[in-house]
């Protein structure tokens, strides 16, 4: 009698969690069927396409490694592009952090008119890319701009911003550390939950500005600091709206990003396994580079203050 | 008493809290310096939409367009089908809009509320996903869509919205964990099923974090390029992204009317910002918590 009961009641055990499972299951469908869809299979066909040329029509032809040879060693358009947007990641990404860092230390001050300066400094983020590339475009204006206008009253003659080839990638960082406000928002909600105590604790010590500031403030939001710099990695390497629109990769392709001719290679010049065999490199690079992050940083990244 | 004792405990602790070692002085200085940068760009495209173009070529440069004219923002509308396009945008905003909230949720609870074994490893799949660039899936998407006769039309820009996003699946997943084991424990004893949970304690709790949610997929909708970009190629079916890129192609000369356009493209958004400026801030808050 007993006997019948345990396995009765394990087998009801084992429906409850057979009927989880299912509701478990069911639930997460959406999320699944898009993963499987939108995510594993483009990722896994990627790289099917990556080892063919396949040009929309016709069939896919197996030509092994061709495309990463050809990519690597013949192509220096390709070296250009990752040279390009090597450059734009590297002076963008820490100049954004700064600048949110900055903007966010000062909005935690009391000072009056507060919400106001956080509304200013994060408006610009939720721009469309395209109409941020239209203002700026006039912005940069080399005869009608208002930035040469503004160095002209100081007696400079401003370049051709987006014509030069030394000018044009700056004036594209500028731009993109201007859309930057979402981090600053992070950043300030860090800075607001650093406890008052640490810092009064730092007077009590005497402590001075930079040590309070690197020892207490930074610690309290390095998670947020190491989240700037995953995102603004991943999203520097898919740069492509501005591009596309303000200087179609010029002058002289020094504004051609990595997106922006993977983009070319496969809806212009219709050349798909090429251009998977760049989306392949590009996941490559973007997925060493954020675990090099991870592993050089998350250590040193400090969640005590939840 | 109790009160005015409160208020002044308040002010001396809005005395102390201050960024480290900043001086007020300094810090006002620095955030009007700040503040007058970031609205440069700003200012020039009102006024420049509001100018004549002979204003706008003009050496010195013309500061404020006198008298300002709104004949540019007519013919943005006359240049390039603009009113259709806003139309347009807005039917794909907002049905990717019920479609990523509800999938979202969905997923969201699964990962949250069921404590059945996939919950976590399916979670770090979904979070590690958000690493990959969308250059990196566009091409077998296209494909996909392509093999499907979905090209030019708007269902490759709104479907895959109804299969969740791993952001947001990620933003509604922690505020999800926020709400007490209990209450679906409670509602389980009353012999509620799983849907019936979600739908009627967790859903309705979650409300702002659902608004959030709907509050980006309609702006992520609104500023959308690439995707747009790559699927659509008839005029009539064009996004307000690609309407405007169009001054940057065929209609370069047209400055003012660029201009206008940007604006007209803007003002939807900043409005939206500043009616739920609340939503907005408290979701991308979120965004930077890491779970």
Known sequence: MPDVLARLSASHFGRRRLTTFISGLLFAAPGIVGFLAFVAYPIVASLYYSFTSYAIVGRYRWVGLENYVTLLTLDPEFWNVLGNTTYFVALSVPLHIVVALLLALLLNSRVPGISVYRTLFYLPSVVPPVATAMLWLQVYHPTNGILNAILDVFGIVGPNWLGDRAWAKPALVVMSVWAGGALMLILLAGLQDVPQDLYDAADVDGAGWWPRFWNVTIPFVSPQLLFGLVTGLIGGFQYFTQVYVMTGGGPARATAVYAFYLWENAFQFLKMGYASAMAWILLVIVAVCTALVFGTLSRRVYYGGR | ?291
């Open chain 2, 1 to 291: 008493m109790y009160l005015s004792v409160r208020r002044s405990a308040a002010i001396v602790q809005r005395a102390r809290h201050r960024a480290p070692g900043i001086r007020p002085v300094s810090v006002e200085l620095c955030l009007a310096v700040f503040a007058a940068t970031f609205s440069i760009p700003f200012f020039w495209l009102v006024t420049s939409s509001l100018k004549t173009y002979p204003q706008m070529i003009a050496y010195p440069i013309v500061w404020i367009p006198s008298p300002p004219i709104l004949d540019h923002y007519v013919q943005t509308f006359q240049i390039v089908p603009f009113a259709r396009y806003i139309g347009n945008t807005m039917i794909i905003a907002l049905m990717t809009v019920v479609g990523a909230v509800f999938s979202n949720a969905l997923t969201a609870y699964s990962l949250s509320r069921i404590n059945w074994p996939l919950a976590k490893p399916l979670f770090a799949l979904l979070l590690s996903t958000m690493m990959i660039p969308f250059p990196v899936l566009m091409i077998p998407q296209f494909l996909i869509f392509r093999n499907l006769g979905w090209l030019d039309t708007y269902l490759p820009l709104v479907v895959p919205a109804y299969f969740g996003y791993a952001f947001y699946t990620f933003l509604l997943r922690q505020f999800f964990l926020t709400i007490p084991v209990e209450l679906s424990d409670a509602a389980r004893m009353d012999g509620a099923g799983e849907f019936r949970i979600f739908w009627n304690v967790i859903a309705p709790l979650a409300k702002p974090a659902l608004a959030t949610i709907a509050l980006f997929q309609f702006i992520g909708a609104w500023e959308s390029f690439l995707p747009p970009l790559i699927y659509i190629s008839s005029k009539d079916l064009y996004t307000v992204s690609l309407g405007l890129a169009m001054f940057r192609g065929e209609f370069t000369s047209e400055v003012g009317p660029m201009m206008a356009g940007s604006t007209v493209m803007i003002m939807p958004i900043v409005i939206l910002f500043f009616l739920t400026q609340r939503t907005f801030i408290k979701g991308i808050t979120l965004t930077g918590i890491k779970g």
